[in-house]
């Protein structure tokens, strides 16, 4: 396997022998990302204490890690199960304990951009924030500022722990031999690729299909608020909207899986024959469905705020606003998706 | 002028004289619209304690006086504006003080309504409305109820006062003689009276260039709630968001006078060649701009409702997110009346 057809051209770049097994490109894909994890690895341990280095070395982590994970799960069929699924399952772990820290850092710049939005243009600086939205802001900046820290904490745990160096001695043997399945060094990766990636597309359209997308596809339809005020079932349960969410969120991944199963096609005809269309819809229609993810969350955060005892009701009053916000910006994200995805199946338009 | 040129034709229906002048035209609509005053002010004084006919009455009352008010407007250089100024005047505050029961009535439905839709589907019947959402709903229920119910009585000192008879008079010699200036008893009607009107359009249409229109067209642009949480100049002051709603509350009264302008024109031509389309149009556009006042106050009330001394942080949570609803239905508002009004320019689409 080590020794890839995938030969030198003149000018350096890859040359794709036409005949290369479905084995050969996929080996090819995971190598490169196998290399990206080690190497984004080396960067984080020499980082040190600089925390920007360190930051970024974890999120080009997470990236490697997410696409192993992804294309092991797209062109499982073609690989030694035995060995993928079990590695799977912890990088699904590694990505969201390191993945943690990025969001509880994201979701507070988020509603602090929201409530300077909401303050007005200028309104800090002019000292025009009401109490409440001053107040509202210190004590997210509180909460989702210990959430992090203690992301943090859990994240360099996790770093230091030997379930991490299992995943990492894992990720070592990908960087030089990927297991296979016997069969996929037979198969033709033009023929046995295409048809697992075409797999992923259809549980993505199936998923769609299950989406409220006429709903969503009205601007202004109020869905995304409708349970803004239900009461949860319990004091520690999930926001009631949860439920509305989650098969967005579900769709969130399978774009994600459609997403990287496209870079593997396209790793495979070097670009030449690749579909950039496609991949840019598909990148749009994540990017929509990551805003949708990041505005219920941060929208929970709000409202989970506003449950903090003896609280002043201005600051809850701001928390309210914040929270009906944020579940508009869920409104507006499905809103969005629902245009993308129908570029992305009609295959009509920018 | 009771000696109308406007005959009976074979079926009963009027017959447009073909030279008819602006004057016995405008006369023949504010003679219907006077009469219909006079007639609802009897049903008034004849409902008794029936309150749903005594307020149907008074819907119908404000009816013919925003429209009398409004005609004496838009055709003002054919009356005797020494007459018909001043009771223009009176007419708005007829109309300002005989509305704002109904108003506050309509604002409590529709902050019910929504209290109702955020907690999701039969929530009340189910019992999960939040502890916040049900308080909410009792305290702008009591604010509102006894706004409406003063609103009550300021109507009926109003309806029994002298300056009310003064206005039913002036409206009792409107259904028998309309006070023109000499001149418009010589201006044929198919000419002035489209003039007239087409200076109510360019008034409307100059207000609606004012507006943000390029923004509203955008779904969810999130420009409705930007001052959701800016400091209001004084603790009584109108919130800061009433200033970015003025021009869309002036444009409203615009499209009223227009759509009043053109029933006049309608009369002339007896709907033969009037054009349904424009006026279905301008109709949907007040709907919206009405949709747009509706919840610009309904939103105000919510965050005054949430500056109550002593109320508990989930109450004042839920009057946030009501408020930020409210305010996204301000923006809808927009957007649809953006829509239509492409419509009522180019004369294109339903």
Redesign the interface.
Known sequence: MTNSPVATGVAGAPVVVQAASAGEVLSGYLHAQATEFLRSLRLHAESGSDAEDAGEAARLLRRSARRIGGTLQVFRPLTDVTWTDPLRGELGWLTDVLGREHAYAARLARLRGA?H?????D?EAAG???V??ARAGALLDRRLTLARTRAHTAALQALGSSRFHAVADAVAVLASEVPLDPAARDLLAGEALPCLAEQAQRRLTDAVELLPLAVAGR??N?EA???????APAADSPP?ESRQDAPWHHARRLVRLRRYAQEVLDEQHQQAEAEPSLSVRLLGAGQALDRHRDAAEAAAAAGAA?RTPR???????????????QR??V??AR?AFGRIWLRVTTGVGP
Do not use: C, K, N
Not at 117 to 121: C, D, F, K, Q, T
Not at 225 to 231: I, R
Not at 311 to 325: E, K, R, S, W
């Open positions: 409530l939005r909401l303050s007005g243009a309104a025009a924030l009401t409440g939205a601007p202004y109020a608020l409708t349970l803004g005020l239900a009461a009631p506003a609280i002043a009701p201005a600051t809850a009053y701001a928390l309210g606003v914040l929270h009906a916000d508009h910006e409104e507006s809103y």
